[in-house]
């Protein structure tokens, strides 16, 4: 398996305009995480899917941020419009069942001019 | 709420050296921890997942233990090598939290010198 796999890998953007990070998890596995990760905050749960329907949101920051996991194989964290301090490493992570380990995707390195 | 932290923030030894990483968390009420690698620029690599029923881990040179009535882990990487410089992050799944939510610590910096 190709493990997690996010993309873009990097993306700089000006403040205002609408960012799409996308994650594909594992196969197979059923729950999806989006993370966040700063210096200042360390990582921080935006939020997961399980069995593609949204768990717990209470990570997102605010309303510019929203996520969604039309299928099994695909997500995506939308932020819109996107702000300098949105600049942070997003992580998109998967798991099969409620407890088990998460693996992590490498990441999207977002800088917001 | 639970709270996790990782002490010392950063940790520098000579090669050969036994590492030991420390982790603690302010609910014992746990599921289970895990324990991350994470190297600059990159994601975290799972390591080590410890249930909450058993009391350590072993995958090659690395051990860990989980003494939840105290609420600490312990990571012990034998006989280090430059290689396994990186931070490392431990992370718990509290009992209490809906589905696999995780909290996790600041992690541990650690460089191992030639």
């Known amino acids: 398996d190709a493990g997690v796999i996010q993309s873009p890998r990097h993306e700089v953007t000006e403040m205002g305009q609408e960012v799409t990070l996308r994650c594909k998890p594992i196969s197979g596995h059923n729950s999806l995480f989006w993370y966040r990760q700063t210096m200042m905050r360390g990582l921080e749960l935006l939020i997961y899917?399980?069995?593609?329907?949204?768990?717990?949101d209470s990570g997102m920051p605010e309303d510019r941020f929203s996520a969604k996991m039309p299928n099994a194989s695909f997500s995506t964290l939308k932020i819109q419009p996107s702000e300098p301090r949105d600049s942070a490493v997003y992580f998109c992570?998967?798991?099969?069942?409620?407890?088990?380990?998460?693996?992590f995707g490498p990441g999207t390195r977002l800088t917001v001019l | 709420k639970q709270e996790v932290t990782q002490i010392p923030a950063a940790l520098s030894v000579p090669e050969g050296e036994n590492l030991v990483l420390n982790c603690s968390f302010t609910?014992?009420?746990?599921?289970?921890l895990q324990w991350f690698r994470q190297d600059p620029g990159k994601g975290l690599t799972s390591l080590l997942l410890i249930q909450s029923s058993q009391r350590e881990q072993t995958s090659g040179r690395l051990n860990a233990s989980l003494d939840k009535s105290s609420g600490r882990s312990t990571l012990y990487i034998a006989a280090s090598q430059p290689g396994d410089s990186a931070t490392y992050l431990c992370?718990?799944?509290?009992?209490?939290?809906?589905?696999?939510?995780?909290?996790f610590g600041g992690g541990t910096r650690v460089l191992v010198k030639p």
């Open positions: 609910d014992s009420a746990i599921y289970n």
């Open positions: 992370a718990v799944r509290p009992i209490k939290a809906a589905g696999n939510k995780l909290t």
């Open positions: 899917f399980n069995n593609n329907v949204p768990i717990d």
């Open positions: 992570a998967s798991s099969s069942g409620l407890a088990n380990e998460q693996f």
